[in-house]
């Protein structure tokens, strides 16, 4: 369970390495994951990947193993870019491919804006370069003020699944994650988005980029992220059907195959 300690408290990482000893020359992949998700969230994209990349997955700040701010702590969208290459840095990650989902997937769009010579190509689930409204914000508010964590991860849980998306082993456990989640860490993250528009600066990604979206996401329209796909030069967009917020986790098998057929043509060329 390593860890790498930033100005701003721990971040723990989980690295997962199967890799044949005669498989080289594949960049390694980091994943991000959003609010009310976890490191584990990747778990079902292992067994298509892992024997040619060197896995590695991260809690956010401000949830699980990972370093809890207080309630007046200054977050920001520079603040989670940084932690994307603090642990990249820790786990000896000098190029990689970025994968990441809903909040996680803005944050690794601003991550290659930043860096883009450590990038070798971008992955976003459920996620776009358009943030939160403050009517989000809001609402999320009074669910938590009202009724608690579980309150709010039980509404955000019809938001993220169909009814027959999971079994109910499945549903339970990412259930059970979710409510882990500190009510002022979920309000501060989410606060980071509100206002957020990459959209100026989209033409400037020149990596390859592989679009995972939800047909059926409460907060992303599958109009904002066709967008997105128009403003990037070289972008693939895939939208699944029966799926909502909760794409990555529900639709597993999938998500990890198109991301492997992905980087194996780019690999190929």
């Avoid at 994209?45 to 040619?52: E, K, N, Q, Y």
């Avoid at 606060?191 to 907060?219: K, M, N, W, Y």
């Avoid at 693939?236 to 998500?255: E, F, K, M, T, W």
Wanted: hydrophobic share 45%; proline share 5%; net charge negative.
């Amino acid at each position: 369970m390593p860890s790498v300690e930033t100005a701003h408290g721990a971040l723990h990482y989980d690295i997962v390495d199967q890799v044949a000893p005669w498989q080289t020359g594949s960049d390694p992949i980091l994943f991000h994951h959003g609010i009310g998700a976890s490191a584990e969230l990747w778990t079902g994209w292992r067994p298509a990947l892992a024997d040619r990349y060197r896995l590695v997955a991260f809690d956010m700040r401000g949830y699980g193993r990972s370093h809890i701010p207080r309630a007046d702590f200054r977050w920001s969208l520079d603040l989670l870019v940084d932690d994307v290459f603090a642990v990249a840095d820790a786990a000896g990650l000098k190029r990689f491919h970025l994968v990441g989902e809903s909040i996680g997937g803005t944050v690794a769009l601003a991550a290659v804006l930043a860096r883009p010579e450590r990038i070798a190509s971008l992955t976003v689930s459920n996620g776009a370069h358009l943030g939160a409204s403050i009517q989000r914000v809001e609402a999320w508010r009074r669910q938590l003020d009202t009724g608690g964590v579980k309150a709010w991860s039980d509404a955000f849980m019809t938001d993220r699944f169909h009814d027959d998306a999971l079994s109910p082993e499945r549903r339970a456990w990412f259930a059970a994650q979710q409510e882990k989640w500190p009510r002022d860490s979920i309000l501060n993250a989410l606060g980071v988005l509100v206002g957020t528009d990459l959209t100026a600066r989209l033409g400037e990604i020149g990596c390859s980029t592989l679009l995972l979206h939800p047909d059926g996401s409460p907060f992303i329209p599958v109009p904002i992220i066709a967008e997105l796909h128009r403003h990037l030069p070289d972008a693939q967009l895939n939208v699944i059907g029966h799926s909502r917020h909760g794409l990555p986790y529900s639709h597993a098998d999938r998500c990890a195959m198109l991301l492997r057929a992905f980087l194996d043509s780019r690999e190929t060329g």
